[in-house]
């Protein structure tokens, strides 16, 4: 029996997003890579990116944005279940999810002291990493905890400091990656309200785990001579083929699964990734040009944070609106893809 059939929904009451201080154009970039600003603005859409010092972490960051969050949720106000009369809805949270692929540490998760670190010590907390599709993952995780009674209000964090991963030579991934962290706190509510997430699709293909690894540095491999083990290592052309391919999959499987069509969705929040993919998939899903929200150009791929980040800009710039209905997807290394639904709520960003 699904979610929908319960009747029992995730609502988004909260969405916040930060990203660090230091910007890194491609103009600097080609100063030290063999690449080029009009390269990398044509092939992917971006033009810089945000990236952590090495004294701002993932940790950091996600306590920035689901402080954001926490304080959206209170300033939109008491629409529901757990919120208190003074608006204090940091008080109620009871689970803190938090998807990443570059914790602050290999153990323990990092969910945790995100949790302390934001006041909510005592709530549920652990980690969820399906790297660039972790946001939805996460927000499918965080969607069955409400519906199985685990939780009436969750903190939702995607946060990834993408760039550490890098090899600071290669221009492959450099170029395309950014840091920083999105948050949506969720409350106990019903499938029919505005702001009810759902349904969901979600995939995996462990068989083409090498296209994006980090291939040192765990159990398979814990150390290694070369150097460039540590590092991401992505091969690009075939990423995006299956990118495109399995989020416009993905997307029509959710939609059917609503009863939407692709003439039904108002907005399109794609993962980050590349504008050419973002466009490829619309462009094969039959959605209007007008209706990709994209902040790209300024973030790069933020990995597990770029959803919440590209609906934060979106809500901010008046793109995003109550009562739009929103279609996510989302690719990453894995391989994981997913997508999910919903209606867009009354919301209120805060600072
Ligand atoms: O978050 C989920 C995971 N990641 C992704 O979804 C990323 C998916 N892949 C991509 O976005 C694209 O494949 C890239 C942006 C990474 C690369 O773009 P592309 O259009 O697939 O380029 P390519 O790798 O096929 O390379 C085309 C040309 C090659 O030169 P030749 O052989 O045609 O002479 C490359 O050597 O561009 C060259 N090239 C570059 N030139 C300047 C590759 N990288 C660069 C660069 N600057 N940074």
């Known amino acids: 029996m699904s979610t929908q059939d319960l009747g029992v929904a995730a609502v988004l009451v909260g969405l916040g997003g930060w990203l660090p201080p230091r910007t890194v154009d491609n103009h600097e970039l080609s100063r030290r890579l063999d690449t080029s600003d009009e390269w990398i603005r044509t092939r992917t859409g971006i033009a810089s990116r945000h990236v ?15 402080a954001r969050a926490l304080r959206s949720a209170a300033a939109t106000g008491g629409s529901g279940p757990g919120d208190g009369a003074d608006g204090a809805a940091g008080e109620a949270v009871d689970a803190v999810v938090l998807a990443t692929a570059t914790p602050d540490h290999p153990c323990p998760a990092s969910a945790p002291q995100v949790a302390s670190r934001l006041g ?64 949506m706190v969720l409350r106990a509510g019903t499938a029919g309200e505005p702001g009810a997430v759902g349904p969901f699709d979600l995939h995996s293909d462990g068989e083409l785990a090498d296209l994006l690894i980090v291939p040192a540095g765990g159990t398979r491999c814990p150390t290694s001579d070369d150097p460039r083990d540590r590092y991401f290592s992505m091969q690009g052309p075939a990423v995006f083929r299956h990118a495109t391919a399995r989020m416009a999959e993905s997307s029509r499987a959710v939609l059917d699964r609503a009863g ?49 980040l590209a609906m934060a800009d979106a809500v901010a710039d008046g793109t995003l609106c109550a009562g739009d209905r929103v279609l996510m997807t989302a690719f990453g290394a894995g391989l994981t893809w997913g997508s999910a639904l919903l209606r867009w709520p009354r919301l209120t960003l805060a600072e």
């Open 260 to 308: 939407w069509t692709p003439g039904d969705v108002d907005r399109f929040v794609g993962h980050q990734a590349n504008l050419r993919i973002l466009q490829t998939t619309a462009k094969s899903l039959g959605l209007p040009a007008d209706c990709l929200v994209t902040n790209i150009e300024h973030t790069g791929n933020t990995s597990a944070a770029s959803i919440p």
């Open 52 to 66: 952590v010092d090495p004294d701002l972490s993932t940790v950091d960051m996600a306590v920035e944005a689901g």
């Open 120 to 183: 909510l010590g005592g709530a549920a907390a652990f980690d969820v990493n399906a790297v660039c599709s972790g946001f939805v993952y996460a927000l499918a995780t965080a969607t069955g905890l409400i519906a199985a009674g685990a939780a009436r209000r969750v903190l939702l964090v995607g946060a990834d400091a993408f760039t550490t991963l890098l090899d600071p030579a290669d221009r492959g991934t450099v170029p395309i990656f950014g840091d920083g962290a999105g948050a």
